[in-house]
């Protein structure tokens, strides 16, 4: 496989990852059921369903058109705090942005920078307030650092996963600033937060279809 | 948990044409939304957030109360397009408040929608209500949830909406609905959303939590379960804490089941509610007990006092129609 | 199960002070009851039973509704004393009719207070609801029992009451809208009485009871829990085969929850009850969905009908009020 | 001991039996939310609790004057249908009777006798009906033939409560007739039915104070 990937591969990509974050429902429910409302995978599962929906629905002419599809679909369908957030982790990054028809770890490196600028701004959060942002703003940090070092795709991604993961770990020693964390003080600590797993989900899985699809 | 629901993918779907049926002549349905059929030319005021709370918010959609209400899944903020879309039914051109209880989901797709309005050229001015005084403290009041205190709101601005006034007045005077408004809950037992096994939280037979938030946010403490005369007195200090109400104060009160809690509960609340109120010089204007705004099953209440001055209790006075709130003239 | 209470012996007492309230202007205490304040020049019309079913029997005193209630405690038939002090004070010399539930324990005290009020030279006249058909079949309809169908023989007798009727005239419609009233149940979880420790009965987490009474009295089968249409199907089905309700017919509808099951869930089902009756060419007359006859914490929910006619009709759109049930007209 | 009691001995007797009742509330709490609604222990609580008060309130002339006012007390406090029927138990036997100052088994064989009569009719049933008419009817044959045999007082309760016990026995291969056991069908059978246990132990308690206080 190339260090890019085309307009039908990202699409494949991405029904992968809104099917993988689908099937993780149960954690995502349990992770918001311990410091939040319990509804977090019931909010995934239905804008990933639509944004499944609309991949294999559509033809795109370009890597923007299905990304920020599927952040539309998110933020219509969703509802809840993580409609707007994931809905803007993907639409804002390529929404109104250079056209492009090959995604490679330039590109994503560049457009999850601008969705974590466009989160914090629209979520009122920063690094630290045990929230999504958490783990995408480490995960954006080694899409950088891999682009820089010119890194694959493939190879940037799985330094993403470690971003993000390394997000989710560390949000387990936060106290919840913003949400419904916030009002359990210390009885949030040593839970990881929701959003950040699902950031992890997302680039765990892409990073997974890159892996089983490299040929 | 049984649930009496279809597939749970349409359970919104399925809720409103439900409650449809109850009023055809009065409402009218929208993607994930109820509005009144008869477009008023006035101030419009909409309402809305998570489901799973009913008869909140749809329920309160009526004749002198809202005039539409956007819909999101069970616990979750509508999304900005739905909340559009109610947005642009009820606006007459001039102008649409919404009224909300303040969470993160709530205000990111409300924020969003009224951006989304503003773009159309719809006035559109936010009222958030923060009543619930055990969500944070008084210094960090930016940071409180609402909770059953939503009614008063919506009941006030309905009222004032009605009377022909201009956005700007509108808004003052839900704001101070909202500013006038406490409410303090307490928690028996957990709920269940609607196609999940497990509910969101436990509690322990011989334990409740004072103060919890209706999607089962934590409250002040985890606590042993009382008499009603205890738990009752706890809470109303909780509130007479929160504001130094004076001998002479004139309140609305409101005390709400979250959903388990029998009716003979309440009443058995109210009831210390009122000698306590009575105790401390204060008038109590009306006295309202019922299942307004519930979490599923949880078991619970919450007690709200609204402070009314001359003119909120004139617009309180004012007539008010939905199958789920009467108030006659 | 936790209940907000003091001591168990005081609840009902309890219970009513914090009922008068709500409503002091309207309302009067009794020992064991509620009456209307203000005396009418009419046919008393009194109901009653054993507690525990709120907002019945004590919500359904108002304007067009009962004139008093006798309250036994929880699922107990309330004393022939107490029900005699209740006939005393809404007699105005015209007579009083009884509504009540068919249970034994009412009958037997029901009973004995009319005796007693006859020896007073006060007229009493008893009109037994018999709504639910899963209680007994057709061919023994002497032994159904009474549940949510209650709402509807209360809210006509009163309205005929209002009209200045005789007592034979208000006894005669008070039975026809008891003979045209028809509930079927059914149980998702279990009942607890105040101050017991266990439930009086325990359901599986995937079971249901089809039929289940309002005490928790056994009904037709006890079934796997099913998707909300099917439910809804069967029961609507069980009350087209006890009546061949026909095309034109026109009835009112409660769908009415036992307790801890949701408004929504409610609503999900009127939806299906409305689609059964349209494609059944019957007409709605009037929808309600609400919690009028509970059983405390109960999963579960009922669905009534009422049979109209033109003169039935009339009546119940007369206005009615209490703080549970309003009616404009 | 005599073969008789006199009237403080009496109300000595009922108010111990009251306080036994009163003991038996988990008892019959459980066997009537088996095949009832679970109410039958608190009503008999309410009402023995209410008797008794009357018992230690009042001075006492006759016999009479005893049963009926423990019956009085049972029918104004208890509500439910054990609050007439067990009302009617200890009333109808002694009101409107001879009046009496001595208890013998004659007149307990023979007010029992009128007020099994009363219940029957009041509660429209009979013997087989699963009610506690199928412990009291036993109970009053059983006193009947001790009255017969010229037996003691404490002898004619010791065969009482054989009798009662019997009829509890009893109810337990039958169905319910009336009351709420009734739609429960062939799953009633195995049940005992509550009030029937509450006529055992409501004789089982007068045997025992006579036990007790037999100087
Ligand atoms: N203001 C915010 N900014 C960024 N992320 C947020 C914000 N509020 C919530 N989140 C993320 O959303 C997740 C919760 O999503 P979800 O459970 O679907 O919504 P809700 O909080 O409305 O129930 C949190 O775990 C957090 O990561
Ligand atoms: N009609 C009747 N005649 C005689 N006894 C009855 C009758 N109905 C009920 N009982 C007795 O009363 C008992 C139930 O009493 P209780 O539980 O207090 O009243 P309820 O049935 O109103 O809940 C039954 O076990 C039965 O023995
Ligand atoms: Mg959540
Ligand atoms: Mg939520
Ligand atoms: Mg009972
Ligand atoms: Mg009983």
Request: net charge negative; aromatic share 6%; charged share 25%.
């Amino acid at each position: 496989m190339e260090h890019y990937l085309n307009i039908p591969q990202t699409v494949q990509m991405m029904k992968f990852v809104c099917q993988e974050v689908m099937d993780s429902k149960p954690l995502l429910t349990e992770i918001d059921s311990a410091i939040g409302d319990g509804d977090h995978g019931i909010g995934m599962e239905v804008g990933c369903k639509a944004a499944l929906q609309e991949l294999q629905r559509n033809e795109f002419s370009t890597i923007n058109d299905i990304f920020t599809t599927t952040g539309k679909s998110m933020i219509k369908t969703m509802g809840g705090a993580s409609g707007v957030i994931f809905g803007t982790m993907f639409l804002s990054g390529f929404h109104k942005q250079d056209e492009v028809t090959t995604l490679n770890v330039e590109t994503l490196a560049k457009s999850f920078d601008t969705s974590l600028h466009a989160i914090k701004k629209r979520g009122k959060v920063q690094p630290g307030d045990k929230t999504m942002v958490d783990a995408l703003v480490l995960a954006v940090e080694k899409l950088h650092q891999s682009a820089h070092q010119g890194a694959a795709l493939k190879e940037g991604l799985e330094n993403a996963v470690e971003g993000a993961h390394q997000g989710v770990e560390e949000t387990k020693q936060l106290l919840g600033r913003v949400g419904r964390a916030k009002s359990l003080g210390e009885r949030a600590i040593g839970h990881q937060d929701a959003g950040a797993t699902s950031v992890w989900i997302i680039f765990k899985s892409m990073h997974q279809w890159l892996e089983e699809n490299d040929k | 948990m049984k649930k009496v629901i279809n597939r749970q993918e349409d359970i919104i779907e399925e809720m409103i044409e439900g409650f449809l049926c109850v009023n055809e002549d009065l409402y009218e349905k929208l993607d994930r939304g109820v509005v009144l059929k008869e477009k008023k030319d006035k101030v419009g005021i909409l309402t809305g957030g998570g489901s799973g709370h009913e008869p909140l918010f749809l329920g309160f959609v009526g004749n002198g109360l809202a005039d539409g209400a956007a819909l999101g899944n069970v616990f979750a903020a509508p999304t900005p397009y739905n909340i559009l879309e109610v947005i642009e039914s009820v606006d007459s051109g001039k102008g649409v408040i919404q009224i909300y209880g303040n969470y993160a989901g709530d205000v990111l797709n409300f924020d969003m929608a009224a951006e989304l309005a503003e773009m159309e050229g719809i006035e559109c001015k936010s009222i958030l209500v923060r009543d619930d005084v055990a969500s944070a403290p008084l210094s960090r009041y930016e940071d409180r949830r609402g909770i059953a205190g939503d009614v008063f709101v919506i009941k006030l601005a309905g009222a004032a909406a009605d009377e022909g006034l201009s956005i700007d007045e509108v808004a003052r005077i839900s704001q101070k609905a909202a500013d006038n408004t406490r409410s303090i809950g307490v928690a028996l037992s957990s709920a269940t959303i609607p196609g999940l096994e497990k509910p969101t939280f436990t509690l322990a037979e011989d334990e409740i939590e004072f103060g919890m938030g209706i999607h089962g946010e934590p409250g002040i403490k985890r606590t042993k379960m009382m008499k009603a005369d205890d738990l009752t007195t706890q809470m109303m200090e909780t509130l007479f804490n929160d504001y130094p109400y004076k001998k002479g104060d004139e309140v609305s009160v409101l005390v709400n089941g979250l959903g388990s809690t029998t009716q003979m509960e309440l009443l058995i609340v109210n009831r210390k509610v009122n000698q306590m109120l009575k105790e401390k010089g204060i008038t109590i204007h009306h006295n309202d007990v019922n299942n307004y705004c519930t979490s599923q099953e949880m078991g619970g209440l919450s007690i709200s006092l609204l402070l009314l001055d001359d003119e909120l209790k004139a617009l309180y006075n004012k007539p008010a129609y939905s199958p789920y709130y009467v108030k006659n003239a």
